[in-house]
């Protein structure tokens, strides 16, 4: 599991000092992005190699809002890896109470930037990813 903690910024909000709900989307994207940094998947150099990664699907319940100057931590974790595919859980939560805002999931596929097709990437080129995934599997039951 990764774990991103950041504070709401006042830009984030809307006129009553809550979250816009489109924002989460852009933290899911920065644990998400982090998440791969960790298992040595920069984007960057996957885009070099032809590769993006695109987000296909996405499913968000919003339980509770976050507001200005809230202090959250977004949890991300891997349900699901293989050679085109990862699948993505997040929890936002107030630091301050520990409640959950948000539940969240996110599938995205390696993909040829040429063609825009699914690639099929080399084990050994995600063998961290994979190895964080079946860890996550075993020890997150959120």
């Known amino acids: ?3 991103l903690k950041r504070r ?3 830009y984030e ?10 924002n989460y989307l852009n933290w899911l994207e920065e644990a998400r992005v982090e998440y791969l940094r ?3 998947i ?3 150099d996957w885009m ?6 695109p987000i296909v699907e996405v499913h968000v319940k919003y339980l509770q809002s976050a507001r200005y100057d809230d202090d959250v931590t977004v949890r991300t974790w891997l349900t699901h890896a293989d050679r085109a595919k990862l699948v993505f859980q997040y929890e936002i939560v107030r630091d301050a109470t520990g409640e959950v805002l948000v539940k969240a999931e996110t599938t995205g596929t390696f993909t040829r930037m040429d063609n825009g097709r699914i690639a099929r990437v080399p084990k050994e080129q995600i063998a961290e990813l994979l ?3 079946a860890e996550d599997q ?3 039951h959120g």
């Not at 909000?13 to 489109?22: F, I, K």
């Not at 070099?48 to 990664?53: E, H, L, R, S």
């Open 1 to 3: 599991m990764y774990e």
């Open 8 to 10: 709401v910024r006042f």
């Open 13 to 22: 909000t809307d006129g009553m000092r809550v979250v816009y709900h489109g």
């Open 38 to 40: 960790t298992a040595h």
């Open 42 to 44: 920069v984007l960057d």
């Open 48 to 53: 070099d190699m032809g590769i993006v990664f």
């Open 131 to 133: 190895r964080m995934s």
């Open 138 to 140: 075993a020890n997150y």
